[in-house]
């Protein structure tokens, strides 16, 4: 078993992974701002892993020990050598699981340097830290947004990556940097794993998507529709090349997604040469957002109110992944059902319909 630093663990994505790699007996570490996350995610893991609740921890933070895995919680800033520092060395590492930054296309567009500074900067104190702390492979979370326009679909890795907004350039950015890093020195070993459309929720209904602020992926807005917490869904065009004219994704299982990490990280460890993976992570077939609107209605059983709005600055019609490099390589690929992401997605609204918010203001 590893012994693993995850940034941005109390997120969405990071806390399902943290989640799958607690449960395979590793050891971990996250490091997190909780600016866009909750610290209540992090507890919630804890005891859906079968681990004691979080406590302080001497040394700073929160941690929760057993006999098998152990979890550590530090609040630091990735651009923080310090921060970054202080997570490395609270156990030797074997690998860094990079989560933390930005990530709403939308907002990029109106806060580009905040975007850069987070994602470009972040990454690149990271990898420094890294690098005088010993530790060389990593698993970074990049975006189908990278690739932009796409030529054809689905989308191998091969094309061209064009983003067109500064989130995606951001991405972009940090995967170049990546390969310019394996390029300079020997014993780097990095997965680039370019997500598409995650969605979804634990099983269980303890842990799912809560984003702070109103939502802006589809998912979380559906289901706020159909709580009745919002009076409509937005759709952002309906007049796009598509057989209903309505955008067409690649919507993906979150526990899919962290269980990809979970064979890049084995595929990785494995390896004693030096190795720079690019890999898309997506179930290869495309939803459109009036076909997800109807078997989410299905599955709750509520009606979902529309509203037609102008496209969005950045959107493109269709984005499905070529997922096959994967699972030639990883032996991964998607397994859960469209009606399966959107019942896990219900059962987590409706098991927590503020989200964590009210969990966390009685630990306020």
Same mark, same amino acid.
């Given at each position: 078993m590893a012994n693993l630093l995850i940034t941005g663990g109390g997120g969405y994505i990071g806390s399902h992974t943290t989640l799958c790699l607690l449960e395979a007996g590793h050891s971990v570490v996250v490091l997190d701002s909780f600016v866009n996350s909750h610290q209540e995610a992090l507890r919630r893991v804890a005891h859906v892993a079968g681990l004691p609740p979080l406590t302080p921890a001497e040394s700073g933070g929160?941690?929760?020990?057993?006999?098998?895995?152990?979890?550590?919680?530090? #609040?630091?800033?990735?651009?923080?050598?310090?921060?970054?520092?202080?997570?490395?060395?609270?156990?030797p590492v074997d690998a860094v699981l990079h989560f933390a930054g930005l990530k709403t296309p939308a907002e990029s567009i109106r806060?580009?340097?905040?975007y850069w500074d987070v994602n470009l900067r972040g990454s690149s104190c990271l990898l420094e830290q890294m690098r005088s702390h010993g530790c060389r492979t990593l698993i970074f979370s990049s975006s189908a947004a990278v690739y932009g326009l796409p030529d054809t679909v689905p989308i191998p890795e091969s094309a061209p990556i064009h983003?067109?907004?500064?989130y995606g350039h951001s991405k972009a950015a940090v995967e170049q940097?990546?390969?310019?890093?394996?390029?300079?020195?020997?014993? *780097?070993?990095?997965?680039?794993?370019r997500y598409f459309n995650p969605v979804g929720a634990h099983p269980s209904g303890q842990i799912g998507e809560d984003p702070l602020g109103p939502p802006t992926n589809l998912f979380p807005l559906i289901a706020q529709v159909a709580l009745g917490q919002r009076p409509s869904l937005p759709i952002y065009g309906s007049d796009w090349p598509t057989p209903d004219g309505t955008a067409v994704?690649?919507?993906?299982?979150?526990?899919?997604l962290a269980e990809g990490h979970i064979s890049a990280l084995t595929h990785l460890l494995q390896r004693s040469e030096d190795t720079l993976l690019t890999l898309n992570l997506g179930t290869g077939q495309g939803i459109s957002v009036l076909e997800m609107v109807r078997t989410f209605s299905a599955v709750s059983g509520h009606p979902i109110a529309q509203r037609i709005q102008p496209r969005r #600055?950045?959107? &493109?019609a269709v984005s499905v992944a070529d997922a096959s490099l994967a699972?030639?390589?990883?032996? *991964?690929?998607?397994?859960? &059902?469209?009606n399966e992401m959107c019942r896990d997605g219900w059962r *987590?609204?409706?098991?927590?319909?503020?989200?964590? &918010?009210?969990a966390d203001s009685t630990r306020a």
């Open positions: 929160w941690q929760a020990l057993s006999e098998g895995a152990a979890l550590r919680v530090l #609040q630091g800033d990735v651009r923080n050598p310090g921060d970054v520092g202080r997570a490395l060395s609270q156990q806060e580009p340097l905040r983003p067109l907004h500064p940097l990546l390969e310019d890093v394996a390029a300079s020195e020997p014993g *780097w070993r990095i997965a680039r794993l994704r690649d919507f993906i299982h979150v526990m899919d #600055q950045g959107d &493109t699972r030639e390589l990883l032996g *991964w690929s998607s397994r859960r &059902t469209l *987590w609204q409706t098991s927590n319909p503020s989200g964590y &918010t009210a």
